[in-house]
């Protein structure tokens, strides 16, 4: 079955350090997405790529960095400069010319 | 510029009653719109679309019609059940930029045995 995956489901970050969330999708896809949700809120667009090798910064883009180096992946790193890193993170895809977009299950991150 | 406006929740009702949340939008465009639907500890699932005026879009027994007159994307369900407590999000697709895609802040619905 085709689909997102995100990985892991649930992470830890200690101060100061940087983690790297993972998405792959096997939809053929070929934009790619990052969302941040918070408890009771909607959701924020932090990054987003339509192209290899290619992405822009969403609202929410500072502490944050990614990289399209396969159509497939698309990981997400929270640096140490991101002071809130507690959140829900949502990877999602869609087609060009395609408005909706496919979501993952999503990483829980925490701070230890 | 776009966006999205639904309905505060929690909403609360008994099973078998009739749903309605609110949905509203501001788009300068020609939108597509979206109900996606989130259960406790999971990614987002597509619930309907519509991606033009007067649409109607359904599945699994919800409804909603994108009624461009009063920009208002409404869902709806006849007799809800237990299994459909979740929360509710209104989305939009800008029509001239596809990566466009703004979310309400979503309507957590609880129903009751």
């Known amino acids: 079955d085709g689909g997102i995956t995100q990985s892991p489901k649930y992470l830890f970050r200690k101060e100061g350090q940087n983690v790297t969330l993972s998405c792959e999708q096997n939809?053929?896809?070929?934009?790619m997405y990052w969302y941040r949700q918070d408890p009771g809120q909607g959701l924020r667009l932090i990054y987003y790529?339509?192209?290899?090798?290619?992405?822009q910064k969403g609202d929410i883009a500072e502490g944050y960095s990614v990289s399209r180096e396969k159509k497939e992946s698309f990981p997400l790193t929270v640096t140490s400069a991101q002071k809130n890193p507690t959140a829900f993170y949502l990877c999602?895809?869609?087609?060009?010319?395609?408005?909706?977009?496919?979501f993952g299950d999503g990483t829980r991150l925490s701070i230890l | 510029g776009d966006s999205v406006t639904q309905m505060e929740g929690p909403v609360t009702l008994s099973e078998e009653a009739f749903l309605t949340i609110n949905c509203t939008y501001t788009?300068?465009?020609?939108?597509?719109l979206f109900w996606y639907v989130q259960y406790p500890g999971e990614g987002l699932q597509l619930l309907l679309k519509?991606?033009?005026?007067?649409d109607k879009g359904s599945n699994k027994g919800f409804e909603a019609t994108y009624r461009k007159e009063t920009t208002s994307f409404h869902l709806e369900k006849g007799s809800v059940q237990v299994s459909d407590s979740a929360v509710y999000f209104c989305?939009?697709?800008?029509?001239?930029?596809?990566?466009?895609?703004?979310f309400g802040s979503g309507t957590k619905l609880n129903v009751k045995p």
């Open positions: 788009a300068t465009g020609y939108p597509s």
């Open positions: 939809l053929n896809h070929d934009a």
């Open positions: 999602a895809s869609s087609l060009l010319g395609e408005p909706t977009q496919h």
């Open positions: 519509a991606t033009k005026a007067d």
């Open positions: 790529s339509h192209i290899v090798n290619d992405f």
């Open positions: 989305a939009l697709s800008d029509g001239r930029d596809f990566n466009k895609f703004y």
